[in-house]
């Protein structure tokens, strides 16, 4: 089916998915810099109207970080030490990219990266989530779960028809739930940026935080110091404010167009994107990919409430059984310099599920050397290290 050895990254976010053909052998070309004749790793893309580049490449695996968006700095795990990637901005309007044709922005759907596996999944495991990490209360939680769960909540939300049941349940946890606004929901043990205003704001944060939760304003939160501390949660900010200078965009020959900021997330993509389509389960498509005999691993940061590991790693075990994929290496700890660097289990010698032990949703930005050894096995078709 596929003319050379090839592989495909394509890290959608959260849930992250790699995919690689059951051939071993990779081009001995350097793989530092991009190259026409070598190109192994075609995708990189993020979440729904938010740009590749500022995110995927620069805070998480391209091969410059930057240094509080005055400059930038090698970025010692680079992924394209490993492969060539191409980072997309898709669909036009997003990072760089325009379409000048502005009826095009009105006509946006699924095509533009539908990144949820299972939407019910997914969206429950968050209470489940906030539950088991201390955020909310068993009562909280109890709520939830019998009176109207978080997929429901949403997909009324989204419809506009919101039952009594459900409206019942949100006025009772708004409290409990007004409190995640405080926390980066992207990494729940990690701190927020608090000298910018969160940039990527979760879908059920969004709605959580709409006027129907009515959420008390504490603002003697917000004024709290920001600590010291090693990694730095403006990291995304920065890369938005160094892809702002106009000597960068002269440099990489970009332009804004319709717009007068370079932005992480494009409000006008956001906007016009049917939220709908959110509901359109994708993890079929993994089914699909494993069937043709590509190996696929399915990962995720253990800290991230937004995807949460436990909706991700019930999908794939689902898909397993589905398709009759037993299980050749049992759930176990994987290592890094003899530490714990995740959990993984293998179904069929081909689909593996993965978690990244501290990392958050774009998991190389908080655990760059994990990911990046998780990255290398992964293509290297090499089992993780179990020591
Ligand atoms: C503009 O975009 C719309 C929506 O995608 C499309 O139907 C139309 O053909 C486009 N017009 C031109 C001139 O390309
Ligand atoms: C929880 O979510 C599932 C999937 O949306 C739904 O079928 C179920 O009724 C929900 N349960 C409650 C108690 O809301
Ligand atoms: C953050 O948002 C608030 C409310 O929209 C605004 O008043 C404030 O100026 C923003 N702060 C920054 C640093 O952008």
């Known amino acids: 089916m596929f003319p050379q050895p090839w592989t495909f990254i394509l890290t959608i976010i959260a849930t992250s998915l790699?995919?690689?053909?059951?051939?071993?052998?990779?081009?001995?070309?350097?793989?530092?810099?991009?190259?026409?004749?070598?190109?192994?790793?075609?995708?990189?893309s993020v979440g729904p109207g938010c740009t590749s580049v500022g995110i995927g490449a620069f805070t998480e695996h391209g091969p410059f970080v930057t240094n509080q968006g005055e400059a930038i700095e090698k970025n010692q795990y680079s992924w394209n030490k490993e492969a060539n990637i191409l980072y997309l901005e898709s669909p036009a309007g997003v990072g760089f990219s325009y379409s000048l044709n502005l009826s095009f922005y009105k006509a946006l759907d699924d095509e533009i990266g539908n990144p949820l596996l299972d939407f019910d999944t997914d969206m429950?495991?968050?209470?489940?989530?906030?539950?088991?990490?201390?955020?909310?209360?068993?009562?909280?939680?109890?709520?939830?779960?019998?009176?109207?769960?978080?997929?429901?909540?949403?997909?009324?939300?989204?419809?506009?028809?919101?039952?009594n049941d459900c409206l019942l349940a949100a006025r009772k946890v708004s409290e409990e739930y007004s409190f995640t606004s405080f926390i980066d929901p992207y990494y729940v043990i990690g701190n927020r940026c608090l000298s910018y205003n969160v940039s990527q704001a979760g879908f059920l944060k969004e709605m959580l935080s709409s006027e129907m939760f009515q959420f008390r304003k504490s603002h003697d939160v917000l004024q709290t110091q920001?600590?010291?501390?090693?990694?730095?949660?403006?990291?995304?900010?920065?890369?938005?404010?160094?892809?702002?200078?106009?000597?960068?965009?002269k440099a990489l020959h970009a332009r804004l167009v319709g717009t007068t900021n370079y932005r992480l997330c494009r409000k006008i993509v956001l906007a016009n994107y049917d939220p709908l389509n959110r509901e359109?389960?994708?993890?079929?498509?993994?089914?699909?990919?494993?069937?043709?005999?590509?190996?696929?691993?399915?990962?995720?940061?253990?800290?991230?409430?937004?995807?949460?590991?436990?909706?991700?790693?019930?999908?794939?075990?689902?898909?397993?059984?589905?398709?009759?994929?037993?299980?050749?290496?049992?759930?176990?700890?994987?290592?890094?310099?003899?530490?714990?660097?995740?959990?993984s289990q293998v179904y069929g010698n081909h689909l593996m599920f993965a978690t990244i032990r501290g990392a958050s949703?774009?998991?190389?930005?908080?655990?760059?050397?994990?990911?990046?050894?998780?990255?290398?096995?992964?293509l290297q078709g090499k089992p993780l290290p179990k020591a």
Not at 136 to 156: F, Q
Not at 298 to 323: C, H, N
Request: proline share 5%; net charge positive.
């Open 280 to 343: 359109i389960p994708t993890i079929n498509v993994v089914g699909f990919l494993v069937k043709s005999g590509l190996r696929v691993i399915v990962y995720s940061g253990d800290q991230d409430s937004v995807i949460p590991f436990m909706g991700t790693r019930r999908l794939v075990e689902s898909l397993a059984k589905k398709l009759r994929l037993k299980t050749t290496l049992p759930y176990s700890a994987w290592f890094v310099d003899k530490q714990v660097g995740g959990w």
């Open 361 to 378: 949703h774009g998991t190389p930005t908080t655990q760059p050397k994990r990911s990046f050894l998780l990255f290398e096995a992964f």
């Open 124 to 163: 429950n495991a968050v209470d489940e989530y906030y539950w088991s990490h201390g955020i909310i209360t068993d009562h909280a939680y109890k709520i939830m779960t019998s009176l109207c769960n978080s997929s429901r909540l949403l997909r009324e939300y989204i419809r506009g028809q919101l039952s």
């Open 226 to 249: 920001e600590p010291e501390q090693q990694l730095d949660e403006c990291n995304m900010k920065y890369s938005e404010k160094y892809l702002n200078r106009k000597d960068v965009q």
């Open 18 to 44: 790699l995919m690689s053909s059951l051939v071993k052998s990779f081009p001995e070309a350097d793989k530092s810099m991009f190259s026409e004749v070598d190109f192994n790793f075609p995708v990189a």
